[in-house]
């Protein structure tokens, strides 16, 4: 029936719940050689610290859920208090570049500084331990996979070649998928060409999804926006979705650096697990 | 359970029935230096002149809601008998520059010149007292800003930094949403490459926006165009919508223009309301 | 309740089925300058006179409606036996350019080339008498509206200044709408962004559109294209509305050539008939 | 009722299911002149062999339904385990390029290179007799066409001139639909910009598809990529449809190589089958 992947206490599946808070730091970082910033960019994205990340912390809250947060360092050092809520109510903050910088787009030395950077800010609003990473857009190189390897990252957060964990050359995927990222379903900004679609649809689309990863007792990673998921509609939807998931004996409801810790514990990073029909090996960027 | 917000008569949240009555002038200021204007596009913008805006103040006067409609310049010195109507309905009429001009494409200069014809022409047919302004397209920049204050404009209704009433560097805005405009689902002219949404599909999503929106007390800003929904089948499923709403006891029914008034009232423009966790500052183009 | 045009036997409202019977030729037309012609479009494009074109014959048969085919000339010299057999079941074939081509992309003199051209294909399959026209793409110029009226061309159907019949400078418009054009909804060809929609969901938007298009006594013309609307499934559900359509006695089912024939005995061309607030005046170009 | 065309055992219509077995191999092709491969798109597509096939594997095996997979050359070569486990299972394996080349971007040398390469690739794997073929991403030339008469390719299916089986120039065209194409609904790569549908959208579209086809005993080739596919609610909405095919008896369930045999041995590859009104000519490039 299953894949074959073991989760703790005979849990069937796990899902975990993210949120990438970037506020207008991709904006900030898409425009950082134009001459003009736009106004009405910035203050959509503000939506995301100013009032979004409220509702979304007071929602999380009620169901009592451990939610994991990447937070680029701009953010950190711009709300902290924001960030400082986050942490004191026992969320996971993980890395996600310091301006949300595109790692195709650096050098390896503006790797090595955009890394050492958030990292700083996180450490500097009270985050601690081995910090796990969420890579801006989800894009990854192989040089952007070694920074983060020479800097002890926990895991990475940003991939989707499978739905359980894996390892890839050593460190530990907690994998991603498009069609769990609100922003694929609701962003619209100036040039974007299709309509966001209405709450109700995306929550449904997810609600279907968890119950079919069951059967292959696959890892659910929802990523989302405080700017997008924040506002008042999609907040209200969100919360019948997560009302379902806290009340699913079946569900593992875990944080990403809860589901890497416990890949690595049960299955290392050398890929002792295999994935049908062998293990994961340590891929170069030249193979298929 | 709300984010706080207070409304007249212990109303639990506002929405704002909106109108850009813009007709052909965004496609004349795109095209302003092509060489050829095609009819075709003409022809589809000016139904919003001739048949739309007819269907849409029957609609209104039906059900005695007073509107904002935010017209450009150039609309009212062609097509004056139908501001005449607007205004003589009791709705709200506002700015919306004098040919649609892009605010992030005009110099300082322009930028005030664009604002004192698009004055005028309002003045000219009988519009007095402070003007609101929606800006063309919903951009804006510090410059234009600058000049609505130095205009002593209203208030401003084109940003989305919230969903209540704010105000930022000393002036009043009544926010918008991308997902509450009716040109992101039905606005279909060349180049377009996804089809229009069904009526029902969209009027179901502001319903359940509304409905959404008592939880925080927020406000709902509903923008639309007569060229687009005076069509037939979306000004029937929009009089379903607005008849529910007109219906509801908790909703504060009210123009821009007054929700504005609300907000300086009670709150200031000094922003004494405070967002959790603080006020909204003033912000400068360079803060996150 | 309604805008108060006048139709037939005290219809409510008229229905138009039309056909854009292009096949390959707005694909030849738009790679004229290409290198390489790519045999996966022509192929699926000539699914329309292979399979399609008979597919709607048949069904217009079954149910005895007449419809308009609007005839690129080059279809009409390629494939006579699917224009005659369109012609001898009683339907109304009219102008679309002689290989589908786009009005703004021609000077004057290819205007009357085209034309010309067009206007000899179909009178050598037997098509008689003053022909309707509508314009590839649904663009339009000054240029060629002036062209249409030099060759007495009976009416034009590529505009959307209103939903009922109207004249501009001196000739009849039986207006379309992108909402009611299956291409916007179900082209997929190279370079399409977004997937086709399912026929349920076209069928049911356009049979809603029509029941709101009675409160206003409008005008729905259907556009459609053999080679998408002839696939099994679109083919399936077009009977179902057009059964419907058949069926409701308060539809007026004709063609454009008929529309625009009662609208002359009607109305006439000086406009009399006066859309709210005034009758449409002659259009120029520069005007909003 | 029908058009016409005869199926085995008078079964009503037809339903291929068919898989593009590409993982990885169009994102190399397409970005073999950039400086930089990217982990992320390399990783998505590794899903398919990695994960997807193997339930798409079992999803089969447990409605005992024979499946056509179109294998490049580099895939059949980087992992021979997951090739050799469809072959193993009875499914079809046939041609779809070396590395997903497309056929309009090569000269006549590379076409015939390419050509052999991947011959020689599934003929390593243990693929016997004449080779089928698919084109990558479905375009066509008058030279590819040419070269694969050459290489005497059993029957080709990329084209889309009809809805049953038939001949072009001599090659039987098993005929495909980008309506039937799960990357037209589910694909998200860099650059996407609207969501992918949901697995039940997609599932009750085709279902709908296939039902409708029966009214014109036409043919269905389903055409799906196990790293979308593959993914775990697609999986599962996928086996609730098969099964649906599965039982009914008036659906012939075949590979698309049977199906061409069917037609050879039926119909000829001289064409006799007439499409309506007469047979599909020998068709070239400047024909309409």
Redesign the interface.
């Known amino acids: 029936m299953s894949?074959g992947y073991m989760w703790p206490d005979n849990k069937r599946m796990a899902v975990c719940i993210s949120f990438d808070f970037d506020?207008?730091?991709p904006y900030?970082w898409n425009s950082r050689e134009s001459a003009?910033?736009?106004?009405?960019e910035?203050?959509?994205r503000?939506?995301g610290p100013?009032?979004g990340v409220?509702?979304i912390l007071e929602l999380l809250d009620d169901l009592a859920i451990q939610a994991s947060f990447f937070v680029p360092g701009?953010?950190a050092d711009?709300?902290p208090?924001?960030v400082e809520?986050i942490l004191s109510a026992g969320h996971e903050i993980a890395l996600h570049g310091y301006m949300h910088e595109r790692v195709?787009q650096l050098t390896p030395a503006e790797l090595y500084d955009v890394l050492d950077r958030s990292i700083s800010a996180l450490v500097k609003v009270g985050v601690s331990g081995p910090l796990g990473y969420r890579?801006p857009s989800?894009?990854?190189?192989?040089d952007a996979?070694n920074a983060l390897k020479e800097r002890d990252v926990a895991y990475d957060s940003?991939?989707?070649?499978?739905?359980v964990p894996y390892t890839?050359d050593g460190m530990i995927e907690v994998p991603v998928?498009?069609?769990l990222d609100d922003a694929?379903?609701y962003r619209?900004t100036?040039g974007?060409?299709?309509?966001?679609?209405?709450?109700?649809?995306l929550i449904?689309?997810w609600h279907?999804?968890i119950g079919?990863?069951k059967?292959?007792g696959?890892l659910v990673v929802l990523t989302m926006h405080p700017w997008m998921s924040g506002?008042?509609?999609r907040?209200?939807?969100l919360r019948a979705l997560l009302e379902r998931c806290a009340a699913d004996p079946e569900i593992w409801l875990a944080t990403a650096g809860a589901i890497a810790a416990h890949h690595r514990s049960n299955y290392g990073t050398d890929s002792s697990f295999r994935?049908?029909?062998?293990r994961?090996r340590a891929?170069c960027?030249q193979?298929?």
């Open positions: 894949d506020g207008p730091s900030l003009q910033v736009v106004l009405g910035l203050e959509q503000r939506f100013r009032v409220w509702r701009a953010i711009s709300h208090a924001a809520a195709e890579s989800w894009e990854m190189t192989a996979w940003s991939l989707m070649g499978s739905d890839m998928d498009w069609a694929v379903f619209f100036p974007t060409v299709r309509p966001p679609v209405t709450p109700r649809h449904e689309a279907e999804e079919a990863s059967r292959y696959a506002r008042a509609g907040a209200v939807a994935l049908r029909p062998g994961i891929e960027v193979e298929i």
